[in-house]
């Protein structure tokens, strides 16, 4: 008589699409790609059932080593689809090292644990190290990305649309601009008026106008036809503790980092009257939050 492992296809499935799904996204914080859950679950239940057919013997052939690499091809493909080769690779190749790390970590705290510990049900703990460690990678991964990376990339070309009226200039990259939408808690891009003038209704141009003299926000904007579009953003700065910084909410806004453009919906744009860089290098103050 034949004593055998018994293994379930059903939690081999919903182990590996855990563990895929937590590697994808912290493949795509240190590599710095936009996170498309839906886009990183439909990958992870691909590499679950791979994974489940590895229990068939009749189906060895599909588990050479050729193959497992066309399968994580396409794992990076379904979660990331790549622009470019250059783009592919770069998380192809992190996509690996974070799996070789989470691996490591797994089996050396399963050492660990199962050295001091007889009897215990390691599989879950070894799942819990797998899904810290790819967490805690992510993490790093995007602090470095948005704090040394990308403020080298200093300013980026941003178009601004607000229905048909599109507004284009450069956006400085500011990791102090902390401003947030306090409706949505969405990051707010900071404009000066001479730019937003341009792409204005003329009723909301006027309104504007005078509130630039002097004339109170809440009585010139409320009779425009972007009266919808008002909102209100708190802030504090040296020598005024509570300030509310006038802002519209845009449809649309559209950054090019180079690599790939960056899409937002209903950001709201802050309104700043004076220049905000005195050579006219830039137009706008980004916050780091807008490129996640």
């Given at each position: 008589?034949?004593?055998?492992?018994?293994?379930?296809?059903?939690?081999?499935?919903?182990?590996?699409?855990?563990m895929d799904f937590v590697i994808l996204w912290s493949t795509a914080k240190l590599v710095g790609l936009p996170v498309n859950y839906r886009r990183l679950m439909t990958a992870a239940v691909f590499?679950?059932?791979?994974?489940?057919?590895?229990?068939?013997?009749?189906l060895?052939?599909?588990?050479?080593?050729?193959?497992?690499?066309?399968a994580s091809s396409l794992l990076v493909i379904f979660a990331f689809c790549p622009s470019n080769w250059k783009e592919f690779w770069r998380a192809f190749a992190c996509f690996y090292g974070v799996s070789f790390a989470v691996a490591g970590a797994v089996m050396g705290s399963s050492y660990f644990i199962g050295s001091s510990l007889s009897g215990f049900q390691f599989s879950y703990a070894w799942l819990a190290v797998g899904i810290l460690c790819a967490f805690t990678l992510g993490r790093a991964?995007?602090?470095?990305?948005?704090?040394?990376?990308?403020?080298?990339?200093?300013?980026?070309?941003?178009?601004?649309?607000?229905?048909?009226?599109?507004?284009?200039?450069?956006?400085?990259?500011?990791?102090?601009n902390n401003l947030c939408d306090p409706l949505t808690g969405r990051p707010v891009i900071v404009m000066e008026y001479s730019l937003l003038r341009s792409c204005l209704p003329e009723d909301v141009k006027q309104a504007l106008d005078r509130v630039a003299k002097g004339e109170d926000f809440l009585r010139a904007m409320p009779g425009t036809v972007w009266?919808?579009?008002?909102?209100?953003?708190?802030?504090?700065?040296?020598?005024?503790?509570?300030?509310?910084?006038?802002?519209?909410r845009c449809d649309n806004v559209v950054i090019d980092t180079g690599l790939r453009p960056i899409y937002q919906q209903n950001i709201v744009v802050g309104i700043h009257w004076d220049k905000l860089s005195p050579d006219n290098k830039f137009q706008m103050l980004l916050p780091s939050k807008i490129l996640q």
């Open positions: 008589m034949m004593v055998g492992r018994c293994v379930y296809a059903d939690l081999t499935f919903l182990i590996n699409v855990v590499g679950g059932i791979y994974a489940v057919g590895y229990l068939f013997p009749e060895g052939p599909w588990y050479q080593l050729p193959v497992k690499g066309i991964g995007e602090k470095y990305f948005l704090e040394k990376f990308i403020p080298r990339l200093v300013c980026l070309p941003v178009k601004v649309s607000f229905d048909q009226f599109v507004c284009k200039g450069d956006g400085f990259l500011d990791t102090g009266a919808n579009r008002l909102r209100l953003i708190p802030f504090t700065s040296i020598g005024k503790k509570h300030g509310l910084l006038p802002g519209l």
